[in-house]
């Protein structure tokens, strides 16, 4: 069956990194287009930053609002994984991290891990 797991969370420091991993399992995982979400107790699930699925071109990147420039989304597609690399890290960057998988009308979400930023 489709499965994501998320990994990678935790407990950090104002200023700094950690790297998320969501290991995807099911599906053929190149055709997807792989998506980072968060939601902060209290607020909406919010795009996070999206990596597109294998081209002739290569993949093409995006990643939304207050993380550009400190977040960086890959994947691999050999391992069947998508990663979120977060530098720079800030309280308000607190939250619950989904990864998601989506092709046409499919669309598939794991079950999140928490991302806690404090001194």
């Known amino acids: 069956q489709v499965q994501l797991v998320e990994s990678g969370g935790g407990l950090v420091e104002p200023g700094g990194s950690l790297r998320l991993s969501c290991a995807a399992s099911g599906f053929t995982f190149s055709i997807y287009d792989m998506s980072w979400y968060r939601q902060a107790p209290g607020k909406e699930r919010e795009l996070v930053a999206t990596?597109?699925?294998?081209?002739?071109?290569?993949?093409?990147?995006n990643s939304v609002g207050s993380v550009k420039g400190r977040f960086t989304i890959s994947r691999d597609n050999a391992k069947n994984t998508v990663y979120l690399l977060m530098n720079s890290l800030k309280p308000e960057d607190t939250a619950v991290y989904y990864c998601?998988?989506?092709?046409?009308?499919?669309?598939?979400w794991g079950q999140g891990t928490q991302v806690t930023v404090s001194s």
């Open positions: 990596i597109s699925s294998i081209t002739s071109a290569g993949s093409s990147t």
């Open positions: 998601n998988a989506h092709f046409a009308h499919f669309n598939y």
